[in-house]
């Protein structure tokens, strides 16, 4: 285990989990199969550059640095505007339609900006399957990105 391994973990974690503490990190790089001590965690959170947020329980936690919830759902709309032609509902997932070759890039967007709704993305060439979280309406989610490919039309 090298100290790139032990940093990519740590992002890993930390976008999964709701981890509050150095010790929680540790814990959970154990349960990787991470040998680590409280200092490691600490030096690695630091050149990481981790910062606290308050997840939607009210609890601070680690997260990546990065751009405000704002700047990452505008480059959603933006990224939906540029590469989706179609939005649709299917069940419990929203199914999103690119060219060919387009659906990656937009799935990357999509991951990036941790909306609230997703639970999670599956993205092949030009089809990208969205799963919503419980308690979250597909069709209402298709109805908001939808809304993305609307702005800017004359």
């Known amino acids: 285990m090298n100290r790139r391994e032990r940093q990519t973990a740590i992002l890993k974690l930390v976008r999964e989990r709701a981890l509050s503490t150095q010790a929680e990190v ?18 690695g959170i630091a050149d990481l550059g981790l910062v606290k947020v308050r997840a939607p329980n009210g609890r601070l936690v680690y997260a990546p640095p990065g751009a405000s919830d704002a700047d990452k ?9 540029r590469y989706a032609v179609g939005v649709e509902a299917a069940g419990s997932l929203v199914v999103i339609t690119t060219p060919a070759g387009y659906a990656n890039a937009l799935g990357q967007v999509m991951d990036e900006a941790a ?17 919503v979280h419980d308690g979250v309406s597909a069709s209402a989610f298709r109805d ?11």
């Open 73 to 81: 759902l505008r480059a959603l709309g933006s990224a939906m505007r």
């Open 115 to 131: 909306h609230p709704a997703i639970a999670g993305t599956i993205a092949g060439d030009n089809t990208i399957f969205v799963a």
């Open 144 to 154: 908001e990105l939808a809304g993305y490919l609307l702005q800017g039309a004359a």
């Open 26 to 43: 540790a814990a959970a790089l154990h349960e990787s199969g991470f040998d680590v001590v409280q200092t490691t965690v600490s030096r």
